[in-house]
């Protein structure tokens, strides 16, 4: 919608679309058992979407996280992170 020269979203609008696609999608295809958001306006949805469906739901955020994760894991303390030979 536009207001003027601005920009405005709906915001409980949109995410009761992603909530009613969600529920048509499980509709039309029973045996889904997780759902990919491929648009990343959709990111701030997963949850209710999630909470929703009882489905997992990823999307590009959860994407980054977890692979930054492998780039640089969560440090448990000891011993894993005990002095080693390769380790500065």
């Known amino acids: 919608m536009l207001i003027g020269n601005e920009e405005t979203l709906d915001v409980a609008a949109a995410e009761q679309d992603i909530l009613e ?9 029973e045996r889904v058992g997780a759902v990919l958001l491929e648009c990343t306006n959709m990111a701030p949805y997963a949850r209710a979407l999630r909470d929703r469906l009882g489905l997992p739901v990823y999307d590009i955020y959860s994407f980054m996280l977890w692979f930054h994760a492998g780039l640089a894991p969560r440090d448990f303390g000891h011993p894993g992170s005990a002095a080693r030979p390769w380790r500065d």
């Open 21 to 29: 696609a969600g529920d048509a999608l499980l509709r039309k295809h």
